[in-house]
């Protein structure tokens, strides 16, 4: 049965494609949970609707355009929220609703628009090409070469923005670079789960991890693995099922969740009792 | 508001800061530290801070005193050098402060609480660690020699037994030791403390300004803000009272007068002595 999902190119490509997406994905997301900018992931990705529209009426490959357009946003988004008394929650709003009209007006300009953007708003994994591989590995592999060198830098900015401009770190590039990171990792998973699905896979592996352990250094793999196993297996049940793979995986990511918060508070009640025993 | 205006402040004469036990090649005996020379602040329209002249010597340990809004923290933001100032100067080992570049890890920084997110998944010893991170550099990771510089911190603060604990599960007391031993990791010269025992029982809060005696007595230089105004004079030997001007400046006991707290707090304020320390009466403004 397992053998199957390897006979097809696309289904190989959509395992490769959505295993790089779920670990990036909920690697990126700890620092996004951990900063509270749980709503910029779903104000990136709904901006890529703009950005998708954008590419699609120039006729320029749509997940680059979205990429170039989603980083102005994002960037816009960081100025917005740095420079003007403008909080960044409202920022985001602001961000978000636009793109997504301007995405709208866009479209209506274009004649052969219908069957290309479904794809990007609920996700079309099984319809992921070769080129669309190349993008996502280059830019995962971008992201967390960025991670690995900045990552303890972002941490300490995250913890304690202050002490960490102090000790002499530059706090703001930092904050651009995170969210530059995040932009390119929400957007290239659009082609996996969809403009609409993306923020759940940013964010659930790295919430579920952060019940299970308070240590960092364990939420991150931790994360990592709940994001690869969901997409892995949500993809497996999708093609067995022959449901949709996007909403698949953020459905049995969810799962895992709520499994991860089950388990916390019985191993809360339960230390409770053997501490009254 | 009151009637008195000292300006510039009064600078209340007292014998010299102690003087250096330890070698501190950067700035010479006797030199001023920090020195803050017409410093304006504003944020946006709202002026915090105005005309500040200050000078911190080496060995010195002040307490920044005033009400809400006095603009403690804003001054401290700008010895720092998070902040410029808009008018005005702030050296700090003779250098602007906002233009400090590696020298910064010469100076010990403890937030306030407020700006600290106390659940983010870390243990006292990554929280530690962190002050080593700038001076390590991108792309390398902590190793075992930084680790132990880390635990060496904690320990001179009391706290080594808290280093494997997630900073969540520790109480006010702990934290805030854990954050003083990352503002001591790399052996600063100049500490600056924001409020250091807001959230800290009163047993740990004695404890913690006994520490930091020590520390003076090592030779550091320490800049307090705080609102503990019985209990830190009886440690500090300089206090400058602000709100938004610079009220007065000088030796606890000779700053601490009737006067000087109306205009500070304006209200009517006293102190009286009750053993090893200083209490103080506030009641409502006489005018209202």
Redesign the interface.
């Known amino acids: 049965m397992i053998g199957e999902l390897f006979q097809y190119a696309f289904l190989q490509r959509a395992l490769v494609a959505g295993g790089i997406v779920g670990v990036l994905c909920a690697v990126i997301g700890v620092f996004v949970v ?1 900063r509270n900018l749980s709503f910029l992931g779903a104000g990136i990705s709904h901006s890529a609707f703009g950005g998708v529209a954008l590419g699609v009426l120039l006729g320029v490959n749509p997940v680059l355009a979205a990429i170039g357009f989603c980083l102005l946003v994002g960037w816009s988004i960081a100025w917005v929220s740095l420079r003007t ?1 403008t909080g960044e929650d409202t920022a985001i709003g602001i961000f978000f609703a636009s793109t997504m009209a301007l995405g709208v007006l866009l479209i209506s300009l274009s004649r052969n628009y219908q069957q290309d953007l479904f794809g990007y708003m609920f996700g079309s994994i099984l319809a992921v090409t070769a080129t669309d591989l190349w993008i996502i590995s280059a830019s995962a592999a971008v992201v967390l070469l960025a991670l ?3 990552g ?2 972002l ?2 900015t ?12 530059p706090t703001e590039r930092l904050y651009f670079l995170l969210i530059t990171m995040i932009t390119v990792t929400v957007v290239v998973s659009i082609k996996v789960v969809g403009i609409v699905l993306v923020s759940a896979l940013l964010i659930t592996p790295a919430a579920a991890a ?1 019940l299970l ?5 364990t ?1 991150l793999p931790l994360a990592a693995a709940i994001g690869l196993g969901a997409a892995w297996a949500g993809l497996a049940l999708s093609f067995w099922w022959n449901t949709p793979s996007g909403a698949t995986i953020v459905l049995l990511v969810t799962v895992l969740f709520l499994l991860a918060a089950l388990y916390t508070q019985l191993r809360a009640r339960l230390r409770l009792k053997v501490r009254g025993a | 508001m009151s009637d008195l205006s000292p300006s510039p402040a009064r600078r209340v004469p007292g014998p010299e800061a102690p003087g250096p036990s330890g070698a501190q090649a950067h700035v010479a005996p006797g030199a001023s530290i920090v020195e803050v020379q017409g410093a304006s602040f504003s944020y946006g329209e709202l002026p915090v801070l105005e005309s500040i002249t200050l000078a911190i010597e080496r060995g010195e340990f002040l307490a920044v005193l005033g009400p809400n809004g006095s603009g403690k923290t804003t001054l401290l933001k700008l010895i720092t050098g998070i902040l410029a100032p808009q008018a005005g100067e702030v050296l700090v080992f003779g250098r602007k402060a906002h233009e400090l570049g590696a020298e910064r890890r010469r100076i010990g920084y403890l937030p306030q609480v407020g700006t600290i997110n106390f659940r983010f998944p870390v243990t006292a010893l990554q929280v530690v660690t962190m002050g080593l991170y700038p001076s390590l550099g991108p792309g390398r990771y902590p190793d075992r020699a930084a680790h132990e510089t880390a635990r060496l911190a904690l320990a001179r603060v009391g706290v080594a037994e808290l280093a494997p604990r997630p900073l969540a599960e520790l109480s006010g007391g702990q934290r805030q030791r854990v954050l003083l031993a990352r503002c001591l990791v790399n052996g600063p010269e100049l500490i600056l403390l924001d409020e250091p025992t807001s959230g800290v029982d009163t047993a740990s809060t004695e404890a913690l300004y006994e520490l930091l005696r020590a520390l003076q007595q090592g030779g550091a230089t320490l800049v307090v803000v705080s609102h503990d105004i019985a209990v830190i004079t009886t440690y500090v030997n300089r206090v400058a009272c602000l709100n938004r001007r610079l009220v007065a400046h000088g030796q606890p006991d000779q700053v601490m007068g009737e006067a000087i707290l109306q205009e500070m707090y304006g209200c009517h304020a006293m102190f009286f002595g009750h053993g090893p320390s200083l209490h103080m009466i506030v009641s409502p403004h006489r005018d209202r």
């Open positions: 951990h008394r690995f060198v900045f303890k830098e941490l300490f995250i913890f304690d923005p202050e002490g960490a401009a102090v000790a002499g770190l952060s352990s308070r240590r960092f250094t939420i």
